[in-house]
C-alpha cells in the first residue's frame, strides 16, 4: 500500500547508513534509477557527523518512546542539495533493530536564508534550545540533545546548582536576557557551560517562550584551575608557594590575634642540601624534597601550614594554643622527624634541617618582617652547628643591620678607590735581605681610618664582592712589582688568590692580560692559596691549578698546618712555595716537631719554605738552623704601605752588598696580623 502512496517514503536504515526500503516517489526523490540501486548506496561515507549524531538521537527516542517527528531535511542525490519537510517514526526490523520511517512532506517555501539557518542549526556545536516560559523543551539541536539527560526535559533540572538557575530567572525577568557561567548535568557528568538565556516568542503558538544557547567551557575552567593551582602552589611537593603563603598567612595572623594568640613563622633550610643535588642527580634531590614536604605535613598537623618557598627552604607556621611551650615542641618535633634515615631510590639518606624562628605579636606585626626575623634566626642556627632551632632576638637584628651596612661601605669603599696595598716584606734567613713581599689589602675608611682586611674580606667572599677587590689586589701587585724591577728592585710579589677567584672562570684570562699589559714575567708573580682550596679545585689536565701552572705564575700553599696538612698530597700539584702557619712559630718553644717535620718534608720535595709570623730572634735562629729559606714577621717588619715598603728597597739598595738592613730600622709601628 504504502508503495502507491504518491508521497515519497522510504524505510531508513540507521546502524548501516543505508535505504531499506523506499516507494516509486521516493526513488524518483533520491534520483535512483531502481530501488536495488538505491539500497547498495553507502550513504555513511559523505554523511557529516552532525547528521549522524542526529540519527542516533532519532534511534533513542524511537527506542524509548512511540514519537514522531518533523524535520526540515537537505539531502544530496547526486551531489544537490534537495530540501524537504520529513516527519520521522520509528519502525521495528524484524531482526528487532530499530529503524526509522521517512515520510516527505513536500518541498518547502522557506527562503534560502531560512534553509541556511536550518542546516546550521544541525550541524552547529553550540547548544540551542527552546523552553517554554515555564521551563519546558520545546526545541533543541542535535548538539543540545546530545548532552542533555533524557529524562531533564525541564531548564531547571539541568542545573546542577539550583542557585545558578534561580538566579537566571531574576536576571531574565528583569533584564530580558541573562548570561552566566555555570555547572549543567549532562550525559557526561557535570560540566561547565556558558548558558546565555533570552526571552522570546514561540514561533508556533506565539507564546512566551525563552532562547538558551550554550557553550562547553569545562576544559577551559579545568585549564583556569590548574593554572590557579599551579600560581599558589609548588608543583614537585603540592604544598603551598611562596605566593600562596604570602597571601594566607596574613588571614592567619589576623585570625590569631583576633583569638589571643601568639603565632610562630619558622624558615627551614635542609643542610648541605647541595651535595645531594651535586653527587646524586636533581631527581634524587626531588624526591628527598617530597619525603621532606611529606614529614613536615605530618608534624605540623591541621593546625599549622607549611609551604615551599623554593629550592630547600619552607616556610612554617604554628599556633600556640594553650601550651606556652608549643612552638619549642613543634620545633624539637621536627628535628625528631628527620632523625629518621630516607629511603630514597634504593639509598639510605640522612639529611638534617636548620629552623629559625620568630614569633607573632613579639618580634613582629606582619609576615615581612616575621620572615625576615625568621631567616636571621635560621642564619644562627647554621652558625651554631646546624640540625638546630634558634629565636630570633634583638642583638641579631643589630647584627644584620652592622652587615648590611658594612656591605653597603664596602661597596662605596670600591667606587671611592679606598682600598690600599700594603706589603709585608719576605726576608732570606740567610742575608736577612728583603727578596719579596706579600701584597696585603688594607681598607683606608675616611672615618674610621684603617681597616684590617678580617673585617671586612669574610662579607666580600659571602656577597661575591671578592671577586672585584681580588681583580683589583692582583692588577695592583703585578703593577707595582714591574715598576719597583724597572727602578733596579728584582723581587717577586705574592697575593693571596679567594677560593670565589680560583672558581671564576676568566680568572686565566685577566691575570693574562694584566701581566701583557704591564709586561711581567709571569714568574715574578707567586699566588697564595689555601689548602683546602687547592684539594677542592682538582689536579686535571684541564684543571684551574694545571692552566696557572701553564700561565707561568708560581703556586704558594698559604697558612699550611690548618688544614688538610697532607704534603704527600700537596706534591700531585705543581707548588714551589709553603708558607707554615704563624701557629706553629709562634709553639716553637714548647713544641717545635710539627715545624720540624713540615720543613724537612719540603727539602725532600724540593719546595720553597716561608715562616710567617716570625717575632722573635730565637724563632729566626731556628728556622736558619733547620734550613727554612725565608721568613715574614713583626721581628723584621709589618706590612706597610707602597711607598714606604719602596723606602726599604732604597736602604737596602744604598747598603753595600750581603749587608742586612738593620732590623730597629726597618721595623714600623706595628699595624696588626696581615
Not at 430 to 458: D, N, Y
Amino acid at each position: 500500500m504504502l508503495g502507491c502512496l504518491r508521497t515519497p517514503v522510504w524505510v531508513f536504515d540507521i546502524d548501516d547508513s543505508c535505504v531499506l526500503w523506499a516507494n516509486a516517489a521516493a526513488i524518483d526523490v533520491w534520483q535512483a534509477a531502481t530501488l536495488r540501486e538505491l539500497r547498495a548506496r553507502d550513504m555513511k561515507s559523505d554523511m557529516s557527523a552532525s547528521v549522524a549524531k542526529r540519527l542516533r538521537q532519532y534511534q533513542e527516542d524511537f527506542e524509548r518512546t512511540n514519537i514522531s517527528f518533523t524535520e526540515l531535511w537537505t539531502i544530496y542525490p547526486g551531489g544537490r542539495p534537495t530540501t524537504l519537510h520529513v516527519r520521522y517514526s520509528g519502525v521495528r526490523l524484524r531482526n528487532g533493530r530499530m529503524a526509522m520511517l521517512c515520510e516527505a512532506l513536500g518541498e518547502p517555501s522557506e527562503t534560502p536564508e531560512t534553509l541556511r539557518s536550518a542546516e546550521a542549526l544541525l550541524h552547529t556545536q553550540m547548544m540551542i534550545s527552546l523552553y517554554t516560559e515555564d521551563g519546558l523543551l520545546l526545541y533543541e539541536n542535535p548538539a543540545a540533545r546530545h548532552t542533555r539527560e533524557p529524562n531533564d526535559r525541564s531548564l531547571s533540572a539541568r542545573y546542577a546548582d539550583q542557585n545558578d538557575f534561580v538566579q537566571l530567572s531574576k536576571t531574565l525577568s528583569r533584564d530580558g536576557e541573562s548570561r552566566r557561567i555555570v555547572r549543567i548535568r549532562t550525559t557526561h557528568g557535570v560540566r561547565w557551560h556558558e548558558v546565555t538565556a533570552r526571552r522570546c516568542r514561540d514561533a508556533v503558538t506565539g507564546s512566551p517562550a525563552c532562547l538558551v544557547s550554550e557553550v562547553d567551557l569545562t576544559d577551559l575552567k579545568e585549564t583556569e584551575e590548574r593554572a590557579r593551582f599551579l600560581a599558589y602552589h609548588d608543583v614537585l611537593t603540592g604544598l603551598p608557594n611562596r605566593t600562596s603563603a604570602m597571601r594566607d598567612f596574613p588571614m592567619r595572623l589576623e585570625a590569631a590575634l583576633l583569638a589571643a594568640e601568639r603565632v610562630a613563622i619558622m624558615f627551614l633550610d635542609l643542610d648541605y642540601f647541595k651535595t645531594i643535588n651535586d653527587s646524586l642527580g636533581h631527581s634524587v634531590g626531588d624526591e628527598v624534597l617530597i619525603e621532606v614536604a611529606d614529614r613536615l605535613k605530618k608534624v605540623v598537623g591541621r593546625s599549622g601550614a607549611v609551604a615551599r618557598l623554593g629550592g630547600d627552604e619552607f616556610l612554617i607556621m604554628a599556633r600556640s594554643g594553650k601550651r606556652s611551650d608549643r612552638f619549642e615542641r613543634t620545633a624539637q618535633a621536627i628535628l625528631s622527624a628527620f632523625a629518621k634515615p630516607l629511603k630514597i631510590s634504593g639509598r639510605t639518606l640522612t639529611i638534617s634541617p636548620s629552623i629559625g624562628i620568630s614569633v607573632f605579636p613579639d618580634d613582629g606585626s606582619s609576615i615581612d618582617a616575621l620572615m625576615r626575623h625568621s631567616d636571621l634566626a635560621l642564619y644562627k642556627a647554621k652558625e651554631d652547628g646546624r640540625n638546630c632551632f634558634r629565636y630570633f632576638t634583638k642583638s641579631l637584628q643589630e647584627r644584620a643591620q652592622v652587615r648590611i651596612d658594612l656591605e653597603s661601605d664596602i661597596r662605596r669603599a670600591l667606587h671611592n678607590q679606598e682600598f690600599e696595598l700594603f706589603f709585608q716584606p719576605r726576608v732570606s734567613t740567610k742575608t736577612l735581605q728583603i727578596v719579596g713581599a706579600e701584597a696585603l689589602i688594607r681598607w683606608r675608611h675616611p672615618l674610621r681610618g684603617l681597616i684590617m682586611p678580617s673585617e671586612f674580606i669574610p662579607l666580600c667572599e659571602e656577597t661575591n664582592m671578592i671577586n672585584q677587590l681580588g681583580d683589583w689586589v692582583l692588577e695592583v701587585a703585578i703593577e707595582r712589582q714591574v715598576s719597583w724591577r724597572r727602578k733596579g728592585y728584582p723581587l717577586s710579589i705574592s697575593a693571596n688568590l679567594s677560593p670565589r677567584q680560583l672558581r671564576s672562570r676568566d680568572v686565566i684570562a685577566k691575570l693574562a692580560a694584566v701581566m701583557e699589559r704591564t709586561g711581567c714575567a709571569p714568574g715574578d708573580i707567586e699566588l697564595e692559596i689555601t689548602e683546602s682550596t687547592i684539594m677542592e679545585s682538582g689536579q686535571g689536565p684541564d684543571g684551574i691549578i694545571s692552566q696557572l701552572k701553564n700561565l707561568g705564575v708560581r703556586l704558594a700553599i698559604d697558612d699550611f698546618g690548618t688544614g688538610y696538612s697532607n704534603l704527600a698530597y700537596l706534591q700531585n700539584f705543581p707548588i714551589s712555595c709553603l708558607k707554615i702557619d704563624r701557629s706553629f712559630i709562634a709553639e716553637l718553644t714548647r713544641n717545635d716537631a710539627i715545624a720540624e717535620f713540615i720543613i724537612s718534608m719540603c727539602r725532600l720535595m724540593d719546595i720553597h719554605v716561608v715562616a710567617e709570623g716570625v717575632e722573635t730572634l730565637e724563632q729566626l735562629n731556628w728556622l736558619r738552623a733547620r734550613g727554612c729559606q725565608e721568613f715574614q714577621g713583626h721581628y723584621f717588619g709589618s706590612a706597610v704601605p707602597a711607598a714606604e715598603f719602596e723606602r726599604l728597597l732604597e736602604l737596602q739598595h744604598a747598603l753595600p752588598k750581603e749587608t742586612a738592613i738593620p732590623v730597629a730600622d726597618c721595623q714600623p709601628v706595628k699595624a696588626g696580623h696581615s
